[in-house]
């Protein structure tokens, strides 16, 4: 699915649309394209949910802006700005984490929040400068590690890393917001967030360990916690399939 193409733009806000019925908001993560939940993209429309991923701006905010609270006022601005009255958020790696804290500061517009691969707690590879960037192979071997199954890494999807973390900009952005991320752990918020939270975990995550999973299913205290065997980081593209099949489930156990 070509959604780059097909985005909408409205103000200031850039975003893919498709489907009618409850608004189904998603926030990629700091490396990752709209493109990571083509599965969710394709499959919730004809289900009766109305699926919005917007481009978070995570290059065009000035410096001092570029942190994961402003991410969150950013989601709380573009909800006010589509009219939606409830959505249900889903985030993946930084997204989780945006989704997170949107939800600890505005939880009066969300349904429902479900996280996978998510930091707020702990990250592995948060915080790294990327010390070889220029060396192709290497940043290949840091993608396929994000997954369990290193064909996930596809060529474009390297591609796209390399080009991004040598481009001094937006290299100096993606720091900005891994240490804004370390900075915001949430581990003291999370048992008063009472939304219905559900949690799709990696069983082989080596960025945000299943140990981490764990540990947000305990603190959260309204929270389903699922596993995907033979899987990494980001579940909604090693195994979409699954990935739907639980959020359907926790959907529907919520009345979502």
């Known amino acids: 699915m070509q959604m780059h193409n097909t985005l909408k733009v409205s103000g200031r806000y850039k975003y893919f649309e498709k489907g009618e019925g409850v608004p189904l908001l998603i926030l990629h993560g700091l490396m990752g394209g709209l493109s990571n939940f083509d599965g969710v993209a394709s499959h919730f429309p004809s289900m009766g949910y109305k699926v919005i991923i917007p481009e978070l701006p995570i290059y065009d905010l000035p410096l001092l802006k570029t942190n994961v609270k402003e991410f ?22 930084l997204g989780g984490h945006i989704g997170l804290l949107h939800t600890k500061l505005f939880p009066e517009k969300v349904k429902g929040l479900l996280i996978t691969g998510s930091s707020g707690l702990y990250e592995n590879s948060m915080g790294e400068s990327y010390p070889k960037r220029e060396n192709y192979e290497y940043i290949k ?36 917001i891994a240490k804004s991320a370390i900075r915001h752990n949430m581990a003291k918020e999370l048992p008063k967030i009472t939304t219905p939270i559900g949690i799709i975990w990696g069983k082989q995550d080596a960025v ?25 980081h980001a579940p909604m593209m090693e195994h979409p399939d699954t990935f739907n099949e639980y959020m359907t489930d926790w959907l529907a156990a919520n009345n979502m």
């Open 208 to 232: 945000t360990p299943p140990k981490v999973g764990e540990e947000f299913n305990k603190l959260l205290p309204n929270s389903t916690l699922f596993w995907i065997d033979k899987c990494g």
């Open 72 to 93: 969150a006022i950013y989601v709380r601005d573009l909800i006010s700005h589509l009219g939606l009255k409830e959505v249900v958020l889903i985030g993946n790696s």
């Open 141 to 176: 071997k840091k993608t396929e590690d994000v997954f369990y199954d290193p064909k996930v890494a596809t060529k474009e999807v390297v591609d796209d890393v390399f080009k991004t973390v040598n481009d001094r900009k937006k290299l100096i952005k993606i720091l900005a």
